[in-house]
């Protein structure tokens, strides 16, 4: 159980041929997915405001429990705050920040740590209760899906979901202790002061996960309005508290429970519901430069999982497009992509600091090698692709227009300032109109196994944007923006 605790053969279309190199605007295009966080932004929005057609919402959550649960953000087309997606954004979008911050044009490392801001304020709320209480999410599901209304009309319930002591949040609470310690790191440089309450209260978070062992999800009291949306688990955050205070403690539980943290698995995924291979990476670190090969079968397994992407490689598991895109079943394709492209870039900057290659049996992988691909990816998001669009809402001339998500598909209050009740706004989600608010930067879901995307917005799986599909991309265009030709 302590596991739910720690967190391209390119076969190309005969008539495919992409952009020559250099041939996107990386810095606009991080500029872009940054902002997109502000159209997904809960509470009272602060002056500085730039995504306009949004507004207030969300401004009585928490009430049942007499606590403050406003801010955070709205995980997708929806408008619920799921806990455990949160952290995981917020994670990754502190990890852009660590790893690439350095590469970010100055108003687009504030814009950032803005936008990291934003998740980690709430995240402190949420674990305002402990040693007794986490907080884990905020909105019936089952009522918000069954509406079609912008988040600052809503009236579904917003219910409040709570754990309390001795019941298990394992997942939920090791996630957002890895987010809290990860913010934390982000943070240091900036603001000493709430970089220390972030790891004080990423330590409480993993205490509560460590000790009431177990998934949120198997609490009967919550379970039915958690899944099946966001119930999986898995994390790493005693890794990434081990990062952010440098503690012997948490190196010691690394090195004690490997084989129990999925050390020895080859787990070829990295997403909100599994952390295995981001896991792997980021204990990488300490072998690669500190020398603490006692940690070795993390190395192993990462090793082997970026194995898993090339394609000449023996161990080669994971699957294409015919135009080159990462490809994983089940909708929602991009946060494959994004995420592991994301972990190619920090693991090929982890090996080049050490002077080191990349063992796949047969072949030799370089840092290059993974850069390479991980623009690969990149580009094809960004237009490189059979149908020749950006899968960036608002980059190039050609993106998608009817995305599935209630904001942007409804009118601003602004221009149509009365309510747009629950039922009313089918109207809008049937129509075969271009969402009338631009929700700029937003990275839908993308196209299928076959390369083909249809601009439905009734096709969630292809055309809703996420959080999380977004934060590890902040990462990988901030790369690319200061090494375009890796």
């Known amino acids: 159980m302590i596991t739910q605790i720690l967190f391209i053969l390119i076969i190309s279309f005969s008539s495919f041929e992409p952009p020559a190199a250099n041939a996107h605007d990386y810095q606009d295009a991080l500029s872009k997915a940054v902002l997109f966080f502000e159209g997904q932004r809960s509470g009272v929005l602060p002056q500085y405001q730039r995504m306009k057609w949004r507004d207030n919402s969300g401004l009585s959550d928490g009430w049942t429990y007499n606590v403050d649960l406003t801010g955070g953000y709205y995980d997708a087309g929806d408008n619920i705050k799921f806990g455990f997606p949160m952290s995981f954004t917020t994670t990754m979008l502190a990890w852009s920040v660590i790893e690439f911050g350095d590469s970010m ?12 801001r934003w998740a980690s304020d709430y995240l402190l709320k949420t674990v305002s209760q402990l040693p007794n209480r986490i907080f884990v999410q905020v909105g019936d599901p089952i009522n ?21 002591a001795p019941k298990p949040a394992s997942d939920v609470a090791g996630e957002t202790a890895a987010a809290l310690a990860a913010c934390s790191m982000a943070f240091r440089a900036y603001d000493p002061s709430y970089s220390e309450t972030l790891i004080r209260n990423a330590v409480k978070a993993f205490e509560y996960a460590d000790t009431y062992r177990g998934a949120y999800s198997d609490n009967s009291d919550i379970r039915d309005g958690v899944c099946p949306f966001y119930c999986d688990f898995s994390g790493y955050q005693a890794t990434w508290l081990r990062r952010a205070t440098e503690e012997g403690s948490f190196l010691d539980y690394i090195q004690n429970n490997g084989k129990t943290l999925g050390a020895e698995d080859n787990i070829n995924e990295f997403g909100w519901d599994n952390k295995h291979a981001g896991l792997n990476v980021l204990v990488s670190k300490e072998v690669l430069e500190g020398n603490m090969y006692n940690l070795e079968s993390y190395k192993a397994s990462a090793d082997s999982f970026m194995c898993t992407l090339v394609p000449e ?3 080669s598991h994971i699957e294409y497009t015919p135009g080159g895109l990462i490809y994983k079943p089940g909708g929602s394709n991009l946060q494959h992509s994004t995420t592991i492209t994301f972990l190619m870039l920090v693991y090929a900057n982890y090996l080049a600091k050490t002077s080191q290659t990349l063992n796949c049996g047969n072949i030799n992988v370089s840092p290059t090698w993974l850069r390479q691909q991980a623009k690969k990816q990149v580009d094809y998001i960004l237009g490189d692709n059979p149908m020749g669009m950006s899968y960036m809402v608002g980059y190039s001339d050609r993106y998608p227009k009817r995305i599935h998500h209630r904001g942007s598909s409804l009118p601003s209050v602004k221009e149509h300032p009365q309510a747009i009740a629950c039922k009313e706004g089918s109207t809008y989600f049937n129509s075969s109109d271009a ?10 879901g993308g196209p299928g196994k076959d390369d083909v995307y249809e601009d439905n917005r009734a096709d969630f799986r292809k ?5 999380y599909i977004n934060a590890p991309f902040v990462g990988a265009l901030a790369y690319f923006v200061a090494n375009p030709n890796p």
């Not at 044009?105 to 990291?116: F, K, T």
């Not at 918000?144 to 309390?164: F, L």
């Not at 055309?463 to 959080?467: A, F, H, L, R, Y």
């Open 435 to 444: 969402n009338p608010n631009v929700l700029v930067g937003a990275i839908v």
């Open 105 to 116: 044009p100055p108003a687009e490392l504030r814009n950032s740590m803005v936008a990291i």
């Open 463 to 467: 055309s809703e944007p996420t959080t």
């Open 144 to 164: 918000d899906h069954n509406c079609w209304e912008r988040p600052e009309d809503m009236d579904t319930a917003r219910t409040v979901y709570a754990v309390d």
């Open 313 to 315: 490689s023996s161990s």
